[in-house]
């Protein structure tokens, strides 16, 4: 079935007889065999312990999340939603829109035409791309997203021009310095983009273009609003995942509480508003701290002198402001 042009498809089963949902469910249970749930579930083990190891190690900082006043004014009102029922499937495509809006002053993802809510926030699309892809070969900038990396049999590279493998992840703005990426630099990837704009509301309103090689875009509430607590995320893509179309737009295997308390941030806060305040904030440090230099995310700085505790990414200093955005008692 071939969705209409300029709306997500997100009830591609819904008018599917038994015989063809179980072939579906087949043909899931295939893809996703016992050997990749159980490499899957090691590979998971084994990157909770690398995060554990970064989280005690001194010398290694995270970007911590920001709730600024306009976003955290709304939490009060979560307890005044409806966590019990289920999301139907016109308030399911109702949410794909919201989401869809509140990003359109940095990105339009009109051409991916199938949305899948990940009630476990970015890494969980992570993990289902990677464990979908993983006979390809991969590749990745260093300094990027480490979560990817726990998978092991990741290429890493130091220039954007290096990404040259049959699937290639980025980060958009750039998790290593907070740093957009040009559109000249983007086209230069000959193959398969997978691109987590976990940070891309963090940057002024600017129309960034999302090169055509672009599998699949993630975006969640973690970075954008602050809200990591509620694990949620989402997966916009221009074709088909089989299972998720099962699980997610079918049978709406998630949690209500995730996705209806994400819904309505992306609902009432005014994105525009939110990256002016973050802005506003990062100027302020950077003034105050003469060794530090302005990127483009309001969540993360940088700077080219050795500072601790830091993580070096290639040649500068990632600097994250989280920590000290949470201290000024805004």
Known sequence: MKPSSGHVHVGLLNNHTKPQMAKIWFTMCNNLNLEMLFRDSISSLLRYIQLFMILIIPNNKLVTQVSLPCVRLHFDKFSELDFYSSVSHEEYTDGVEIVKQWYKPWIDLS??????????????????????????????????????NGFGKIKKVTSVEELTDQINYITQPFAGNGTLWSQEQLQSISNKIIMDMAYISTTAPCIIEIPSQTERVFVGASKSLGAGFLRHGWIFSKRVIPPLELLINNVKYFSSFNFRAGIHLYKNVDPVHQSEQGLKLQQEIVLNNPILEKSDSWLITYSKQTLNPVLKRGDVYRVPLGLTINSMNL
């Open 111 to 148: 051409k991916f035409k199938y949305a899948y809510f990940m009630g476990d926030g970015i890494t969980k699309a992570i993990d289902i791309t990677r464990l979908e892809y993983s006979n390809l070969s991969w590749s990745m900038l260093d300094g990027d997203y480490d979560w990817l």
